[in-house]
Each structure stands twice: as C-alpha cells, then as structure tokens.
C-alpha cells in the first residue's frame, strides 16, 4: 500500500478486494486498478522539489529496448536479447543523488519490482534531471514481467514505445498504449532495426491517431550491438525523445494533473456506481427482512394456524361421520342431535381412559403440527434464500453470504419443542388463576394432574375449529366431573375472552420466535458486511479529503 495514498481510502480498496475476492472477477479487476491509480497519485504528490524525471524505454518482446538503452547511456549497462526477452528486472541508471530520491517513491520501492538500480558516475548532458529505465516486455508470457513494465508505465514521466517492423501492428501494442495516453507520458517512438522496411506510414499513421509524432528510424543489423558503434546523430535524437525541455515542475505537476484525473475518472465511472449498488443490495437485503419480520405474524395466523384449525375441523367431521352413518334419526333422533358430542367423547376415549386418550389425541396433533410447521418453516427458508440470492445478482455478491440450508427434521422439531414449552408456561399461568379459587385438596388435585394442559389445548383447537364452544363443552359431560367444573369456572368467568386471546397472542409468539433465527443471522450478515465493506457515504467522505489534501498541497506548490 502507498504510504503517500490515505490510507483510509487505500484500506477501503483492500477491504472490497478482500471481500470480492473471486466472485467476481471483473469487478475485482476494477478495484486493483483504482488502488494503483491512488497509489500513483500518492507517490506523484509526494514528490518534492528534486525529485528527478523518470523516462522508460517500453516495448515488446525482442523490440531492441536494451540496445538502444546501451546506446543512449554508451555503455552496455544491459544484456540485449533478440527473441526470448532478456531483460526481467528493470534497469535504472542515472546520478547516484537522483537514484536516491527514487529509490524513496512508494511505487518504485515495491520489493516486487525488483528493480536494479545502476550508479553513474558521468552521464550525458541530455540525461541530467532524469533517470532512464530499461523495462522487461509488456507482452512477455511471463505474468511478472508484464506486471513491472506496466507499474513502470504508469509511474513515468516519459515514455519511448519502442516499435519493430514485425510487431508495430499488434493489437497489444495499441490496447496497453490507449489504456494510459491519459497519463500524458507517452513522448513519442522508435521504430528500431527498420532497414528497408515500408512499414513506417502505416506506423506514423497508427501514432498520429493518439497525437503522437512520427517515429525515430533506426536502422539497426543483428550483430551490431555495440553502444559505441551507434551513430551519434541518432544517439541526439534518441535523447531529445527520452528527456523533457520544459522544466522539470511543470512536468511532474502536469503529470499530477493527468494522474488525477485518471483516478476520478476510474473512481466516476466504476468505484462510485459499485459503492452506491454494494448499498442498494444490502438495504434490498435488510428490507426483505423487515417485510418477513411484518408478515410473519399474520402469516402464522393465516397459514399455519388455519391450516391446523383445517386439520382438525376434518379429523373431527371424519368421526362425526363415521358416527352419524350409525344412526337411524328417526328411530333415534336425540342420538343423532348429540352425534358431534358422541364424536368429541370417542376421540377422547371416554371417561374410563381419558388419560390415555389424551394422550393418543395429542400424539396426533403433534405429528399434524410438526407436518404444518416444517413445511412453513422450509417455506421461510426459501424465501430468505431468494433474499440472498437476489442480492448476490448485483455488486452485494462483494460479502460472503452464508448459506441458508433447509433445517433437518431434528432441528425443526427442536425450534417447536421451544416454542411449545413457552406456550405450556403460559397455560400454566392461566391455570394458576383458574385454581386460585379452588380448595386446597382440590387444587392438589388440580396441579397433580397433567390431564388440563391437554385439555385446554384440545379444547382451543376444538374452539377454533368452530364445531363445539366451550360453554358447550363444559355443560354436554364430554370431560370428567372435575374438569368439567374447571372449565365451567373458566367458561363463566368475565375474564375467558381474555385467556383465550392471551393464549392465542402466546401461540403466534412462541411460533414467531421458533422462526426467526434465520432472519436474525441474515441481519447480522447484513450489519457484518457494513461493518466490513463500507458503502457509498464511506468513500464520498474519504475521498473528499483524498480531493481536499491534493488541492491544498497543489495551492502550496502554486505559491512557492
């Protein structure tokens, strides 16, 4: 990371390519450009006043950079190469205080560049002020050489393309030079080992398209390497392209300026609109959740509760039925009146073994509900799966979203043994009012049994299902004495209404609970990755004093 680029703005880069990481290739792509764009403004406004001119020889593979590099120092400072590349470190040479000033430039002094910096001690008149750089090819087959030619290119004040007859017209060429004519350093070309070529119109054509002059012709024999053989008019020639006439400030602050320029453009173009959609995905994101959060409630009303209330209108109306079929109504109409009662009492197995019918009855309504609330539940998780998903379409795909997999059958039925023992608690209070009347043996009797609870529950559904009321339960003998003058208390008392809708508030809440854990770790997810990869308001406000600190170091510059 450049020491000279905030590191606030810098540090944002490295978080979303953190974050990215693979996804999302192009994206990622964009960001690692943005960070070296910062990092060559940074190391461009940290250059002070005797901060030297660099100037690069860039070309592709077997192009001549090392002869003519030799050439322009004379003396062989770097081994030439005719096809494979020969250079794979760049070579810079230039006076030992203008080397020491560089060797300080945050771009320059990345390890990974490994550059190999050469001292000399008597240097041509031209090259005073500038340090010159021989660079490994742009289009090498090796990732590490195209990688420091192209940190080269961005970080030089000039730059000499250098061109051959074979390879002047290769698409490469013009991509990597349209790529970075922004940065303004592109000084002009040599179209090097050009004896009885006709390529350069087509040449000086292909330079005139970016503004750039026609190239200088060196004609050049295999075999004639020598830096001391080079004709000196060209070796001139070759100078004036690699050195600058203006004075050394106003090229480095035109350099800054293009440099500027390069990185908003980059940050206008790509970062800002990945920032503000990064925003729109989590908050899409945490509005779906919210909208869950709403719905869930009248879901479970509207769904899972009317699909129990179904469940059991059936199962009852089934053995009404079955009842009813038995009956003669006209030999036997007050039997045939009492046949939902009859029904009520056969599935409660009467009062000789009301225990263990309870306990079949509740065996069944439990295997009904754990049917109900799985297949809700999947359905939930699906849709928080649609959530993430649709958000992984746009540049929130940035976070690691979990992966929201369909609970097991063990994990559902956990999730409701948790929500039914919140709503057995709440039952157990209702039943402590109920039984504050009661005498003591009574009341032994009454938290001695564990008959009630059942009950009571069976008796909502039985409610809700709309076939029997309570009044009606309580006074037609479907239940043992004692529960009945339990429920007859219960019944006649002011506060039923009451009861009945806490306990229905109870319902609905405990199941909301035993549901809302992967809304929960989806906000989570959501406050993690804002915490993580900050948003749009993160990179206005950093960039802004990004802006603010260049133009007040440029106002600085202005008045000395």
């Not at 250098?162 to 004519?181: A, F, N, Q």
């Not at 079929?325 to 007050?334: A, K, S, W």
């Not at 009950?455 to 309580?474: C, D, H, M, N, R």
């Not at 609970?513 to 950093?542: C, N």
Request: proline content about 5%; aromatic content about 6%; charged content about 30%.
């Amino acid at each position: 990371m450049s020491a000279s680029a905030p590191a606030e703005l810098r540090g944002l880069a490295d978080a979303w390519l953190a974050g990215i990481g693979a996804r999302d290739e192009a994206r990622s792509a964009a960001i690692a450009d943005w960070a070296r764009r910062l990092d060559l403004v940074g190391a461009r406004r940290g250059a002070g006043p005797d901060a030297p001119l660099l100037a690069v020889l860039l070309g592709p593979t077997g192009a001549g950079k090392s002869t003519l590099f030799n050439a322009a120092l004379g003396r062989p400072l770097s081994a030439p190469g005719v096809v494979r590349p020969a250079t794979r470190r760049p070579v810079a040479a230039g006076a030992a205080g203008d080397l020491a000033v560089l060797r300080g430039d945050p771009v320059l002094a990345d390890e990974a560049l490994a550059i190999e910096w050469v001292t000399l001690d008597a240097l041509p008149a031209a090259l005073a002020g500038h340090v010159l750089v021989d660079t490994p090819d742009f289009d090498s087959i090796e990732h590490e050489n195209r990688r420091r030619a192209e940190a080269l290119l961005r970080r030089a004040d000039r730059i000499v393309l250098v061109l051959t007859p074979e390879k002047y017209g290769d698409r490469s060429i013009w991509e990597m030079v349209d790529r970075h004519l922004a940065l303004g350093s592109f000084a002009g070309a040599v179209l090097n080992k050009a004896e009885g070529s006709g390529a350069l119109a087509d040449c000086s054509a292909l330079l005139a398209r970016r503004s750039l002059a026609p190239p200088l012709v060196v004609s050049r024999r295999p075999g004639t390497e020598d830096p001391a053989s080079f004709d000196p008019g060209l070796r001139d020639a070759l100078l004036a392209l690699c050195t600058s006439g203006e004075a050394r400030d106003a090229v480095r602050a035109a350099r800054l300026s293009a440099a500027v320029a390069w990185e908003r453009r980059l940050r206008d173009e790509a970062i800002a609109p990945f920032a503000a959609e990064l925003d729109r995905g989590r908050s899409a994101l945490r509005r779906g959740v919210e909208d869950l959060r709403r719905e869930l409630p009248g879901r479970i009303r509207r769904e899972l509760a009317l699909e129990l209330d179904g469940a059991v209108r059936r199962e009852f109306e089934r053995r009404f039925l079955e009842e009813i079929r038995r009956i003669d109504v006209l030999r036997e109409p007050r039997r045939w009146l009492l046949a939902p009662f009859t029904a009520v009492r056969s599935w409660l197995g009467g009062h000789e073994d009301e225990r263990a019918a309870v306990e079949r009855t509740s065996l069944w309504l439990t295997d009904l509900f754990e049917q109900r609330f799985e297949r809700f539940t999947l359905d939930l998780h699906e849709r928080v799966r649609g959530l993430v998903e649709a958000a992984e379409q746009g540049a929130a795909r940035a976070h690691p979203w979990p992966r929201f997999e369909n609970p097991s059958r063990d994990a559902s039925r956990a999730l409701l043994v948790r929500a039914f023992e919140r709503l057995e608690a709440e039952v157990a209070r209702e039943s402590d009012r109920i039984a504050e009347g009661l005498p003591t043996k009574a009341r032994v009797g009454f938290y001695g049994s564990q008959v009630f609870f059942h009950a009571l529950t069976l008796l909502a559904f039985v409610k809700t299902g709309g076939l029997l009321s309570l009044g009606e339960i309580a006074t037609q003998g479907l239940l043992s004495p004692f529960l009945a003058s339990l429920l007859g208390r219960f019944v006649s008392s002011s506060e039923a209404a009451q009861v009945e809708s806490r306990l229905g508030e109870c319902f609905a809440e405990s199941m909301r609970e035993a549901l809302v854990p992967p809304l929960d770790a989806l906000e989570a997810e959501v406050d993690a990755s804002e915490r993580s990869l900050p948003g749009e308001a993160t990179l206005q406000a950093l960039a802004r004093a990004f802006d603010a600190r260049g133009e007040t170091r440029l106002a600085r510059r202005a008045g000395t």
